[in-house]
């Protein structure tokens, strides 16, 4: 399953791949098509070997701008091969047809199913060495090597590119296929994953890769992954030309100062600041290749290639003791190392001490939390996610947690999810409007939880409150703490809020109490004294708004300060505010008899006006006015405030 994409319209940028066995001709192929020798190396020239990735860039017309990644062919650099395989929009398998198909070609051609490649074409190279009877021969061969692939009915297109012969029908084939790739980009946060860093005088460091999804441009913040390091992009370079700007599909070379070399690896990434987070646990769909000759055994050990990354791994299979050649399952795989990654994301995998690909797959989670092999749940959260557009994705977020939080702010479901914010915030807007998703003070809560949550507050509320005695008076704070779980306090004074409605406890902004409002047999000598030294605090005649800290420490012996405020919102002779401020009932009474008075006369008052009319601070004015707002006596419309 692909990830839910909005498609942008953008400039094309196309790459092919070629793929196949060493010294089938890969890279003068590619020279003789674009003019340029992908073997940059002196070694690789001098040993007539691709070692190294190679590119080489042609304008297509009528299509725009065609990069080809030219990969090594020998096993001891399929590592290398996988690198540049990933993330091509064609291939190319190359056969060399005195030869036909090797090793090398079947490995790559296996890892290009592996990694979702979806169109390609065979080339079979060579042909000048050949009578026509075995070329037949070889066709044939190809055939068959092929089917139930996703070259099956691919063309097979014969050339020579030591005499040019077959090279005007391979261009129109490439150019035919190409005109089949979507030309519009899906919209996606910046992934630049790097295959090569290297060093400039007067530039300093370099980093190079295939951009998969997003844009960067000079200026800029990226952030380097794994390592979670931000650092600005000086230069960006594309085809050997500067520009300001790169998006999807295109080789990119971008100048990143203030780093050396030394701190940056292959299979590290540039992405969007707070895009992604490193991970080393990946639940996957895992496939075994029907060429593995044996079983994958619990807790094999095993060489992972995702995007430009080698990681070693160990595979912990979670519904059965081994894996069979040709069949798949799921799987949750143990890095040694961390990585970034995104979930749909493809990959293959080598045995930890073979050199060729026994399987591949695509990551289901890049973020699992097994907490115990074989569990059920886990299982069906798996498959659930495995199937899941972005509206499925963030319900299983928020109802099965990840790594045991349940409540999300939209950033934090952004690299979870793999999706941009434009995206997640409409479909978060959808899930809210249809009541599937609650949204609380900007985090957003499955309902089910929600209730969950609410009724572990009424249950420490019921136990705490024992009896309405005065000693059971306590904080919206007091509670969140009691939770099981962690929970922001905006959530818990939304449960207890609804709860006051319900007439289950009261609870005025802050300071909870029986449902009944009786205080007990009354307050004891202490708390009266407490509560004459607190009323000496208050102006008979002006508005004064106090918070519980300041009480504590201005008033002597204030050990039952919380009690005492308690018994007082109960009685209501206290109320309490926004901002966590107090006042008594009878200041805002006068206070409001002002307000309204106002309101009668002029229509609207703004708070910046009442605050010098009455002497208050801004902060305490605003309190005063939106506790009015709270009661229903007055509405705030257009930054005034006007009477209900």
């Not at 839910?4 to 791949?17: A, C, E, M, Q, V």
């Amino acid at each position: 399953m692909q990830k839910d994409i909005s498609l942008t319209p953008s400039k094309r940028h196309y790459t092919i791949g070629t793929a196949g066995h060493v010294d089938h001709g890969k890279s003068a192929l590619v020279w003789k098509l674009t003019n340029t020798n992908p073997d940059r190396l002196k070694e690789e020239q001098e040993r007539g070997m691709s070692i190294e990735l190679g590119y080489a860039f042609l304008n297509l017309p009528d299509l725009g701008e065609v990069a080809f990644i030219d990969v090594p062919g020998h096993e001891r650099f399929l590592r290398t091969a996988v690198a540049g395989i990933w993330g091509i929009d064609l291939a190319m398998l190359v056969i060399a047809a005195d030869e036909g198909p090797m090793p090398q070609t079947i490995e790559h051609l296996e890892a290009l199913e592996y990694l979702g490649v979806r169109r390609g074409l065979v080339v079979l190279n060579k042909v000048d060495l050949v009578e026509p009877d075995w070329l037949l021969l070889m066709q044939e061969e190809v055939e068959t090597l092929v089917k139930g692939t996703f070259l099956q009915n691919a063309p097979i297109v014969s050339v020579s590119a030591k005499t040019g012969v077959g090279l005007d029908e391979l261009r129109e084939k490439l150019t035919e296929l190409l005109r089949q790739v979507p030309t519009e980009v899906p919209q996606a946060n910046l992934r630049l994953p790097i295959d090569r860093i290297f060093t400039m005088r007067g530039f300093g460091t370099i980093v190079a890769g295939t951009i998969a999804g997003g844009e960067i441009h000079t200026g800029n913040e990226a952030e380097l992954m794994p390592q979670g390091r931000r650092l600005r992009v000086r230069y960006i370079q594309t085809h050997n030309v500067q520009v300001e700007s790169a998006g999807r599909g295109q080789r990119t070379a971008v100048n990143l100062p203030g780093i050396a070399v030394e701190e940056i690896a292959r299979g590290d990434e540039l992405t969007a600041p707070g895009t992604m987070l490193p991970t080393r646990r990946l639940g996957v769909r895992l496939m075994l290749s029907h060429r593995a000759g044996s079983p994958l055994l619990q807790r094999a050990r095993l060489r992972l290639h995702k995007g430009t990354a080698e990681v070693i791994c160990r595979a912990v299979l979670l519904d059965r003791a081994e894996l069979a050649p040709g069949a798949s399952c799921l799987c949750h795989l143990r890095l040694e190392e961390t990585i970034v990654a995104e979930r749909y994301e493809r990959f293959v995998v080598r045995g930890f001490s073979e050199m060729r690909v026994i399987g591949g797959g695509q990551i289901v989670d890049p973020y699992v939390w097994i907490r115990r092999r074989m569990r059920a749940q886990e299982l069906e959260r798996l498959a659930g996610v495995e199937k899941a557009d972005t509206p499925g994705l963030i319900l299983s977020l928020l109802l099965h947690g990840q790594a045991r939080q349940k409540v999300f702010r939209l950033a934090e479901l952004i690299p979870l999810t793999s999706q941009t914010e434009s995206i997640l915030r409409k479909t978060l807007a959808e899930l809210v409007s249809n009541g599937k998703v609650l949204e609380i003070d900007g985090r957003f809560i499955h309902p089910d939880y929600y209730l969950a949550i609410k009724d572990e507050v009424a249950t420490i509320c019921r136990k705490t409150l024992a009896g309405g005695r005065v000693s059971g008076a306590l904080s919206g704070e007091e509670v969140r703490t009691r939770l099981k779980a962690s929970i922001d306090l905006p959530i818990v004074d939304r449960a207890l809020r609804e709860l006051a409605t319900e007439g289950r406890i009261q609870y005025s902004a802050g300071i909870i109490t029986a449902a009944d409002g009786q205080s007990g047999a009354g307050l004891t000598p202490e708390l009266k004294a407490l509560q004459q030294q607190m009323e000496r605090l208050f102006d008979p005649k002006g508005f004064v708004l106090i918070t519980l800290p300041e009480l504590q420490k201005r008033l002597t012996g204030a050990s039952g300060l919380k009690k005492l405020i308690g018994y007082l919102v109960a009685k209501s002779e206290l109320v309490t505010l926004s901002e966590g401020l107090l006042a008594r009932r009878s200041d805002m009474e006068r206070a409001w008899e002002n307000v309204r008075l106002i309101l009668e006369k002029e229509g609207e008052l703004r708070v910046a006006d009442w605050k010098d009319r009455v002497g208050l601070s801004r902060k305490d004015a605003t309190a005063i006015l939106d506790w009015f707002v709270a009661e229903g006596r007055t509405m705030r419309l257009e930054g005034t405030h006007r009477l209900a």
